[in-house]
């Protein structure tokens, strides 16, 4: 409790201004007091003193007839008349010889208690002998002594002390006798101690009100502080070791650092304000310079535009703002025939429904910005294919779409007729090797249907010898059953190998071509002696391509090597199909010769051959090349250790295996 109490004194600076405002209060309160009760005091014992030595004076005067004359009555009637006087308690009057002449006492003091010293007061001549004044603090009394002198004169202290004859003789002033007064101190200590308790009670009065004048005062001067205080303290709290001036001090300091770091920031700042706004104004400069380069650019951009082929029209909200002279030639038009008209009925978007407005979002984002193609009839009727490229501009400040149309009606015709051209030469290819595969399969056929023929022989010669076993008849029939199959099979092949539908493009297994290219094949290796491997991975996905065209790939493959080879000793053909990431690898090596580095950057151009045989006209590998791109796929060839030629064929692997749809030779991105 003390202990928080000094720490609420310690920690607050107006309970501390308190504290020493009413210390210094009460100091001063307190030593007023003192200093006036001490006064008083004083003036009371002077008083006193004044009083006792006028009563002894007159008893003295009074006395002094009745010592003269020795009569008893005269003073007991002076004492008697003293003892009436306030605060008197006894009186006597003593002879020159010190004998009583009277003595009386009021109240309930004994005679033996007062007037105890007249011995003193007689005996002693001098001046000073003739009072005697006892102390307040010890007794209840005090004693005044007068000498009782002849001569009668005013009296006063100093007379009593002074008015006497140098050599002590009685002459002008000579002493009869001795009175001496008693007064009680009981009064006197007791006014004392009413002073002294109306004097605390003062004090405390104003030691109260004092209190409530300095806690007015100290709250009324420390108001804005502890407003300021309480600030503080909500922003942050108070440390628990911190009276509030040291608070004060350290929020002060505090602000000051705040304050020198503003500055310090806001300098900053402003420096780098001022770096902004130079920025600023250089940009607005470079701003009206690329405004002033924007519009050249526009002026030059419609010259450029003006002296191109290509037809270039600027669409803005769907509508054509702006063409070049080109742009209204290919549509068979004047320029201002075009202009304001709505893009969308001259330009169609591929897919977009009749009256639907052009998609301008479509063209900013992704993908909107491909080209496509789409044929459109012009003015005088003639239906032309145009390739149409769109692209995001900013045109008179305005965003808008930059057309660009070239005609490639012509071009697309060219690119048909090559189409149609490759596909003829794929045919005389395709019919080239058949003529080559004939003597093959020719023999391949011949196998079976000699078979057949012997079984047939063998039956009619046992009807004829009437000699017929049947179960000996249905083994070789079953045989023979099942070799018919066999040439069914290559039959099949070929008829499949040759048709000239080459475009429907599938989802094709490419280890079931490479079987069916060798059921064709497969006989002329044996012929020639070749051994064949195949190393073909497992669960190979699907290709997208023709299956017709691929089977052609491999079996000018297979022929390029049985031709290299023909005066090998060492005869072997290796084929691979592995995936290969999103690939699918063919690897197709032989044990041939193989081809010279010089000779291998022309292998797959048309018509170049190094064999002197008939029938070869150089276009294998470059047939092979051109089915390899239509399936977006390539070609190359490798030298490998421990094989002739390689040729290795990567085709993508299909990502949608159950979905067919047909595409011609070539098929791809139109590239027009
Ligand atoms: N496996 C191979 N080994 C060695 N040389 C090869 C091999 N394959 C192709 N060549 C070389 O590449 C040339 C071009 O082959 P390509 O198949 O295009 O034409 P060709 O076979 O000569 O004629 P065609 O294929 O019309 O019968 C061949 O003449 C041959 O010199
Ligand atoms: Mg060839």
């Given at each position: 409790m003390k202990q928080y109490f000094f720490r609420r004194i310690r920690m607050s600076f107006s309970n501390k201004l308190f504290v020493f405002l009413m210390g210094v209060f009460v100091l001063l309160t307190s030593f007023f007091s003192v200093f006036s009760l001490h006064s008083q005091q004083e003036n009371f014992k002077k008083n006193l003193l004044r009083e006792g030595f006028m009563i002894a004076g007159i008893l003295a005067d009074n006395a002094r007839l009745g010592i003269f004359s020795m009569n008893n009555r005269q003073l007991e009637a002076a004492v008697s008349n003293v003892l009436?006087?306030?605060?008197?308690?006894g009186a006597c009057i003593y002879d020159m010889e010190g004998q009583i002449l009277q003595r009386k006492t009021a109240?309930?003091?004994?005679?033996?208690?007062?007037?105890?010293?007249p011995e003193r007061a007689v005996n002693?001549?001098?001046?000073?002998?003739l009072l005697n004044v006892s102390s307040?603090?010890?007794?209840?009394i005090v004693e005044f002594w007068s000498p009782v002198l002849t001569k009668t004169s005013k009296l006063s202290e100093d007379e009593l002390y002074f008015e006497q004859d140098n050599r002590g003789r009685p002459g002008r002033t000579q002493r009869i006798g001795s009175v001496g007064v008693v007064f009680a101190t009981t009064e006197l200590q007791k006014n004392i101690r009413d002073m002294l308790i109306t004097n605390l009670l003062v004090l405390f009065f104003l030691v109260f009100i004092s209190c409530l004048a300095t806690y007015f005062l100290v709250q009324g001067v420390t108001e804005p502080l502890n407003r300021l205080l309480k600030d503080i303290k909500s922003r942050g709290g108070m440390p628990e070791d911190r009276d509030d001036l040291g608070l004060i001090s350290d929020t002060y300091s505090g602000l000051i650092r705040n304050l020198s770091e503003s500055f310090a920031t806001i300098s900053t700042l402003n420096s780098s304000l001022e770096i902004k706004i130079a920025e600023l104004e250089q940009e607005i400069a470079k701003r009206k310079q690329t405004e002033a380069a924007l519009h050249d650019s526009e002026e030059k951009f419609r010259d450029i535009s003006e002296g191109i082929a290509e037809g270039v029209a600027i669409v803005r909200d769907g509508i054509f703002v702006w063409l070049n002279k080109a742009f209204s030639d290919i549509f068979a038009c004047l320029v201002d025939d075009l202009?304001?008209?709505?893009?969308a009925m001259l330009l169609p978007w591929p897919g977009q429904k009749a009256g639907s407005p052009w998609p301008s979002e479509r063209l900013t984002g992704?993908?909107?910005?491909e080209p496509f193609l789409i044929e459109v009839r012009r003015k005088d009727g003639l239906d032309i294919l145009l390739n149409v490229c769109c692209r995001p501009i900013i045109f008179e400040k305005q965003k808008a779409i930059q057309v660009i149309i070239r005609d490639v009606t012509e071009r697309h015709r060219e690119k048909t007729r090559r189409k149609e051209l490759e596909i003829k030469a794929l045919a005389q290819s395709k019919l080239a090797s058949l003529g080559k595969i004939a003597s093959g399969v020719a023999h391949e056929i011949n196998q079976p249907l000699s078979y057949i023929r012997v079984v047939y022989e063998s039956a009619l010669q046992d009807i004829a010898k009437q000699r017929l076993d049947p179960a000996e008849m249905t083994v070789n029939f079953r045989e023979a059953l099942r070799q018919v199959g066999r040439i069914t099979q290559i039959t099949d092949h070929l008829r499949h190998f040759g048709r000239?539908?080459?475009s429907k493009f599938e989802q094709v297994q490419v280890p079931e071509t490479l079987t069916n290219s060798l059921a064709l094949m497969r006989e002329i290796l044996r012929l020639d002696n070749i051994s064949l491997t195949q190393e073909i991975g497992e669960h190979l996905p699907s290709v997208f391509g023709n299956s017709v065209q691929l089977e052609q790939v491999f079996i000018n493959l297979f022929q390029n090597s049985v031709d290299a080879m023909?005066?090998?000793?060492d005869k072997r053909i290796r084929v691979s199909v592995q995936q290969a990431g999103e690939m699918l690898e063919i690897c197709f090596s032989d044990s041939g010769p193989g081809i010279a580095f010089e000779e291998q950057k022309n292998?797959?151009?048309?018509?170049?051959?190094?064999?002197?045989?008939?029938?070869?006209?150089?276009?294998g590998l470059a047939i092979v090349n051109s089915i390899i791109r239509d399936h977006h796929g390539r070609i190359a060839y490798r030298d490998l250790p421990g094989w002739g030629a390689s040729f290795v064929i990567n085709l993508p692997v299909s990502r949608d295996s159950g979905n067919g749809s047909s595409g011609a030779l070539g098929q791809g991105p139109d590239n027009i």
């Amino acid at each position: 409790m003390k202990q928080y109490f000094f720490r609420r004194i310690r920690m607050s600076f107006s309970n501390k201004l308190f504290v020493f405002l009413m210390g210094v209060f009460v100091l001063l309160t307190s030593f007023f007091s003192v200093f006036s009760l001490h006064s008083q005091q004083e003036n009371f014992k002077k008083n006193l003193l004044r009083e006792g030595f006028m009563i002894a004076g007159i008893l003295a005067d009074n006395a002094r007839l009745g010592i003269f004359s020795m009569n008893n009555r005269q003073l007991e009637a002076a004492v008697s008349n003293v003892l009436g006087a306030y605060n008197v308690i006894g009186a006597c009057i003593y002879d020159m010889e010190g004998q009583i002449l009277q003595r009386k006492t009021a109240g309930p003091w004994e005679m033996t208690d007062i007037c105890r010293k007249p011995e003193r007061a007689v005996n002693d001549p001098s001046a000073e002998g003739l009072l005697n004044v006892s102390s307040f603090e010890d007794d209840e009394i005090v004693e005044f002594w007068s000498p009782v002198l002849t001569k009668t004169s005013k009296l006063s202290e100093d007379e009593l002390y002074f008015e006497q004859d140098n050599r002590g003789r009685p002459g002008r002033t000579q002493r009869i006798g001795s009175v001496g007064v008693v007064f009680a101190t009981t009064e006197l200590q007791k006014n004392i101690r009413d002073m002294l308790i109306t004097n605390l009670l003062v004090l405390f009065f104003l030691v109260f009100i004092s209190c409530l004048a300095t806690y007015f005062l100290v709250q009324g001067v420390t108001e804005p502080l502890n407003r300021l205080l309480k600030d503080i303290k909500s922003r942050g709290g108070m440390p628990e070791d911190r009276d509030d001036l040291g608070l004060i001090s350290d929020t002060y300091s505090g602000l000051i650092r705040n304050l020198s770091e503003s500055f310090a920031t806001i300098s900053t700042l402003n420096s780098s304000l001022e770096i902004k706004i130079a920025e600023l104004e250089q940009e607005i400069a470079k701003r009206k310079q690329t405004e002033a380069a924007l519009h050249d650019s526009e002026e030059k951009f419609r010259d450029i535009s003006e002296g191109i082929a290509e037809g270039v029209a600027i669409v803005r909200d769907g509508i054509f703002v702006w063409l070049n002279k080109a742009f209204s030639d290919i549509f068979a038009c004047l320029v201002d025939d075009l202009l304001g008209q709505e893009a969308a009925m001259l330009l169609p978007w591929p897919g977009q429904k009749a009256g639907s407005p052009w998609p301008s979002e479509r063209l900013t984002g992704p993908g909107g910005q491909e080209p496509f193609l789409i044929e459109v009839r012009r003015k005088d009727g003639l239906d032309i294919l145009l390739n149409v490229c769109c692209r995001p501009i900013i045109f008179e400040k305005q965003k808008a779409i930059q057309v660009i149309i070239r005609d490639v009606t012509e071009r697309h015709r060219e690119k048909t007729r090559r189409k149609e051209l490759e596909i003829k030469a794929l045919a005389q290819s395709k019919l080239a090797s058949l003529g080559k595969i004939a003597s093959g399969v020719a023999h391949e056929i011949n196998q079976p249907l000699s078979y057949i023929r012997v079984v047939y022989e063998s039956a009619l010669q046992d009807i004829a010898k009437q000699r017929l076993d049947p179960a000996e008849m249905t083994v070789n029939f079953r045989e023979a059953l099942r070799q018919v199959g066999r040439i069914t099979q290559i039959t099949d092949h070929l008829r499949h190998f040759g048709r000239i539908d080459t475009s429907k493009f599938e989802q094709v297994q490419v280890p079931e071509t490479l079987t069916n290219s060798l059921a064709l094949m497969r006989e002329i290796l044996r012929l020639d002696n070749i051994s064949l491997t195949q190393e073909i991975g497992e669960h190979l996905p699907s290709v997208f391509g023709n299956s017709v065209q691929l089977e052609q790939v491999f079996i000018n493959l297979f022929q390029n090597s049985v031709d290299a080879m023909s005066e090998s000793n060492d005869k072997r053909i290796r084929v691979s199909v592995q995936q290969a990431g999103e690939m699918l690898e063919i690897c197709f090596s032989d044990s041939g010769p193989g081809i010279a580095f010089e000779e291998q950057k022309n292998i797959f151009e048309p018509f170049y051959s190094t064999k002197s045989m008939e029938n070869r006209s150089g276009l294998g590998l470059a047939i092979v090349n051109s089915i390899i791109r239509d399936h977006h796929g390539r070609i190359a060839y490798r030298d490998l250790p421990g094989w002739g030629a390689s040729f290795v064929i990567n085709l993508p692997v299909s990502r949608d295996s159950g979905n067919g749809s047909s595409g011609a030779l070539g098929q791809g991105p139109d590239n027009i």
